[in-house]
T-cell receptor, first 113, second 114 residues
Framework: SQQGEEDPQALSIQEGENATMNCSYK?????LQWYRQNSGRGLVHLIL?????REKHSGRLRVTLDTSKKSSSLLITASRAADTASYFC?????????????FGGGTRLMVKP | DTAVSQTPKYLVTQMGNDKSIKCEQN?????MYWYKQDSKKFLKIMFS???????INETVPNRFSPKSPDKAHLNLHINSLELGDSAVYFC?????????????FGPGTRLTVL
């Protein structure tokens, strides 16, 4: 199975609600990153959290990391229709050479206006 | 200004053909990557390359080969294309050098093998 698996696979909410996505991984990591992908486009980096950090904020985004459980969560507060996209977590594992990221399968978020 | 660009955006070709996808980054980054995204949206690293080192994901067939004419370019050559190669291929770049660098992605090339 893949390092970095998101849960849920799909999420549909109303504008203004909060969206929470979870990610689990298997090996020790240097950092964990979240990316957004709009339909038909490339991935855009949202936030990076280092293995020695537990929580990080960026605007309406809040990311947590629990290395003991090998899990992370991405919270988007006060969601907007423009947040509709797929969200991927990616891990930079200690065993990886060359800064290669391992991506999960993504969570497809739909925010209804 | 486009940070990471790829050409072509769409590529339709017959099985058995050889094709190339070009990638350029104008960010001055040291490391470039190729990823493959399948129809279920799973994204898998294929290569990581800087001017010193090529790291190959062991699952990538040797029909795939990256070629870097200079630091700003990393092209992907694919020989003897197969149906299973149909996917979206993304190029990315990062500063490299340590483990805390975000990656910047290109818009993707949708490859369809008939």
């Amino acid at each position: 199975s893949q390092q970095g698996e998101e849960d849920p696979q799909a999420l549909s909410i109303q504008e203004g609600e909060n969206a929470t996505m979870n990610c689990s991984y298997k090996t020790s990591i240097n950092n964990l990153q979240w990316y957004r992908q709009n339909s038909g486009r490339g991935l855009v980096h949202l936030i990076l959290i280092r293995s020695n950090e537990r929580e990080k904020h960026s605007g309406r985004l809040r990311v947590t990391l629990d290395t003991s459980k090998k899990s992370s969560s991405l919270l988007i507060t006060a969601s907007r229709a423009a947040d509709t996209a797929s969200y991927f977590c990616a891990t930079d594992a200690m065993s990886n050479a060359g800064n290669m990221l391992t991506f999960g399968g993504g969570t497809r978020l739909m925010v209804k206006p | 200004d486009t940070a990471v660009s790829q050409t072509p955006k769409y590529l339709v070709t017959q099985m058995g053909n050889d094709k190339s996808i070009k990638c350029e980054q104008n960010l001055g980054h040291d490391t470039m990557y190729w990823y493959k995204q399948d129809s279920k949206k799973f994204l898998k690293i294929m290569f990581s390359y800087n001017n010193k080192e090529l790291i190959i994901n062991e699952t990538v067939p040797n029909r795939f080969s990256p070629k870097s004419p200079d630091k700003a370019h990393l092209n992907l050559h694919i020989n003897s294309l197969e149906l299973g190669d149909s996917a979206v291929y993304f190029c990315a770049s990062s500063r490299g050098g340590d483990y805390y660098n975000e990656q910047f992605f290109g818009p993707g090339t949708r490859l369809t093998v008939l």
